[in-house]
């Protein structure tokens, strides 16, 4: 049974006196005590009717007009609760609380030059300075102005290094401004303020992991599971870590110990599905896949997860089930509709081959692996010509791509078109050299092809 607060005397009473139609005289904090039980229960409207019935009763009551202000703007009476708040203000105008009412009321109106007046009205004195700096970054980063936004939460940070929200919503920024090396400094300046700090030395290694540097990034996240051993967040970082690094066994193990005790996140669960997926260990890959769809049915990645363990082990009309399972929960994902199509080629199935490539292309047209899957499915079902003739249409949807030129060139050389592939070999070795490495790399194939070999040769 879920425990519950015992409900205040005064609001006991208030109840029974409302109830016979009495009335009686509350104080200003037993006015308080009533309206923050209700606005607890969520029961806004009553809320704001005992707010205006105590300012009637203490009408220069501070405490009760900020109160009001509060409830009035939560009911979009923004105008009403500014105007009060101005009241107010007269009254006490070195009152913080009145500034920060203010600046959430601003805020709420989208007016963020505004809100951020406010809120610097109310950092001096305030009891929390480094929530009001966070609140002043949340409207900068309203305005779009994130170099304000980084400023103003490094202020708050300097007060309190350990102010985790101001944390979270610097590396939110670095993220999505993709500035990996900037977030990388400032959290190492913020960790030489505190050095204890789990969620900077978290926040560092995520930092190293965007960067591309995974073991840096292992030793920052070893150094915050030093301080914290069962951060969440940590371990879940650290599997991932390892596993861009291909130690897959570890990093099951650590995304197990980013499980609470009997959870099994779905996701979690994918992950550690992928792992014994690139291990080849397909039955328990399988396995955990199904954990994920079993905790959430709407993952559509471990879906089409189950899909590719089918596919792998043989299993190429079970696979399709699962394909198309986790294409129904995301339609529009081209990479789940190219795995559909080889399934369908793997048996044989060649028009539904084309047609879900097809469809995959005009849900994308710029999407070079596209193009380059479908074109090679073609060459390998012995369709020289339309792979070529397929690849000019990727040039022409895609103009400049010069991974398509390259691909075009050596399916015309297997096609027998030696001038037609020369041609175009040439133009593509001039606009990007040295791509034939990568093109005899994607299809080995094309090594074979004396004459492409002679004509790279040459252009080498």
């Not at 409900?7 to 409302?18: A, C, G, M, T």
């Not at 980063?141 to 202020?155: M, P, S």
């Not at 299993?315 to 990479?335: H, Q, R, T």
Request: proline share 3%; with cysteine; hydrophobic share 35%.
């Amino acid at each position: 049974m879920e425990n519950r607060q015992p409900i205040p005397w005064q609001v006991s009473r208030y109840e029974d006196l409302r109830n016979t139609g009495r009335s009686v005289y509350f104080d200003v904090d037993d006015f308080e005590e009533i309206i923050d039980h209700y606005l607890a229960d969520g029961a806004y409207q009553e809320a704001l009717h005992i707010a205006e019935h105590a300012s009637g009763v203490h009408p220069s009551s501070i405490p009760i007009m900020l109160k009001k202000a509060q409830l009035l703007a939560s009911f979009n009476k923004e105008d009403h609760a500014l105007d009060l708040l101005t009241t107010v203000e007269t009254l006490d105008p070195h009152n913080n609380d009145i500034f920060l009412t203010k600046g959430a009321i601003y805020s709420q109106l989208k007016n963020y030059e505004k809100a951020i007046e406010e809120y610097n009205k109310a950092v001096f004195g305030a009891d929390e300075p480094d929530f009001v700096y966070c609140n002043i970054a949340f409207e900068y980063e309203n305005l779009g102005n994130f170099d304000k936004t980084l400023e103003y939460l490094d202020k708050a940070l300097s007060i309190n290094p350990d102010n985790d929200l101001a944390i979270y919503e610097a590396a939110y920024c670095f993220d999505l401004l993709s500035l990996t090396e900037e977030g990388i400094s400032f959290f190492q300046r913020l960790i030489d303020r505190n050095p204890y700090s789990t969620e900077a030395w978290f926040n560092l290694g995520v930092s190293y992991i965007n960067a591309g540097h995974y073991e840096r990034a292992m030793q920052a996240l070893d150094y915050a599971l030093l301080i914290d051993g069962k951060h969440e967040h940590s371990w879940f970082h650290k599997g991932y870590a390892l596993s861009l690094m291909n130690r897959h066994n570890e990093s099951i193990e650590a995304y197990k110990q980013s499980m609470d005790s009997g959870e099994d996140d779905a996701m979690k669960c994918y992950y550690i599905g992928e792992c014994y997926e690139k291990m080849e260990e397909y039955a328990m890959a399988r396995e955990w896949y199904l954990k994920g769809t079993e905790r959430d049915p709407t993952l559509a990645d471990a879906w089409i997860g189950i899909g590719v363990c089918e596919i792998e082990e043989g299993n190429a009309p079970a696979s399709v089930n699962y394909f198309k399972k986790g294409i129904e929960l995301d339609p529009d994902n081209v990479s789940y509709l190219c795995l559909l199509a080889n399934a369908y080629f793997v048996q044989g199935h060649y028009e539904d081959t084309w047609l879900t490539y097809e469809k995959a292309l005009k849900l994308d047209p710029d999407d070079e692996e596209t193009w380059l899957e479908y074109a090679e499915t073609l060459s390998n079902a012995g369709k020289h010509s339309e792979a070529h003739q397929l690849l000019h249409r990727g040039t022409q949807s895609m103009p400049g791509n010069n991974t398509l030129l390259y691909s075009m060139a050596a399916f015309l050389f297997m096609d027998g078109k030696v001038q037609q592939g020369t041609f175009f070999l040439e133009e593509a070795c001039n606009l990007a050299p040295g791509g034939l490495k990568a093109l005899t790399r994607r299809f080995p194939a094309i090594t074979g092809n004396a004459p492409f070999m002679e004509a790279a040769d040459r252009l080498a």
